[in-house]
């Protein structure tokens, strides 16, 4: 049996995405590689976004994938990716915390480029097949923090609630065509952004990096844990499988309980 600090081995028991074709950014790692990894389990060809190279080929050799260097950023970011995708996971993120009065506006920018505008131009580019085809399924990678605040996380929180806005618009316009569209809110995840953000959240609060898991990130957290990435792949796996298809323009918690406090 498995208990609450040991995550299943197996995230796509029961998925067939044989016939399937997926796109997932922020594929080379963290979550996205996971979704990667757990979409491929399932039968989909997998197409690895990721702005860094090596990581993306490393990725995509892994699982049998095609890789994909792209800077999300960019607004010419769908150029040279393939449209004929049936899954979509935008997934790619960055974090920056600093206070409101000190956030700087290139970096917010930039926050909303890759986490707002690349889902929406990706949406733009896959939906006309999606539709073609009668079926899509989109997975946006949000956060906990697209349902809840924290102080000095201005342009990440902004984004995804951003994101959850589109994905919303995206579940009702695909609806006729067999689309469905829905956002996975993981708390944190044990992946290289949060270990990016012990540093920073320790400057921020003024305490020791080793205290920041305990007494910041896992403080609303009923399970004192880090996320396993393969637990946020596993429901997005699960979004595209059999028996979800009337599950749509919905937020789905993966953050142990921090939201329900």
């Not at 009065?101 to 889902?119: G, I, S, T």
């Not at 946006?140 to 990440?156: D, E, I, P």
Request: aromatic share 4%.
């Amino acid at each position: 049996m498995t208990s609450a600090s040991t995550p299943p081995s197996d995230v796509s028991a029961g998925v067939d995405l044989a016939d399937r074709t997926a796109l997932v950014t922020g594929a080379g790692s963290g979550i996205g590689r996971a979704c990667a990894r757990a979409l491929a389990a399932a039968g989909a060809r997998v197409h690895v976004v990721d702005r860094d190279a090596a990581a993306a080929t490393a990725a995509a050799e892994e699982i049998g994938g095609v890789a994909h260097a792209v800077d999300l950023a960019r607004a010419d970011l769908a150029e040279g990716l393939p449209a004929g995708i049936d899954i979509l996971v935008n997934n790619a993120g960055l974090q920056h915390v600093a206070p409101l009065a000190e956030f700087p506006p290139d970096r917010f920018e930039l926050m909303h480029k890759v986490m707002v505008r690349a889902p929406f131009l990706l949406l733009r580019h896959c939906l006309p097949h999606m539709t073609a085809r009668g079926w899509g399924r989109i997975v946006n990678v949000s956060s906990v923090h697209g349902l809840r605040a924290s102080a000095f996380k201005a342009g990440y929180v902004a984004a995804k609630h951003a994101l959850e806005g589109l994905s919303k618009v995206a579940a009702l316009e695909g609806a006729p065509h067999g689309i469905t569209s829905n956002c996975v809110n993981p708390g944190y995840v044990r992946t290289p952004l949060v270990e990016q953000q012990i540093a920073a959240q320790a400057a921020a609060h003024g305490i020791a990096p080793e205290r920041v898991v305990g007494e910041v990130m896992l403080d609303r957290s009923a399970i004192k844990r880090l996320i396993e990435p393969a637990e946020v792949a596993a429901v997005a796996v699960w979004l595209c499988g059999p028996h979800t298809g009337y599950i749509t323009g919905s937020s789905l918690p993966v953050d142990g309980g921090w939201s329900a406090a």
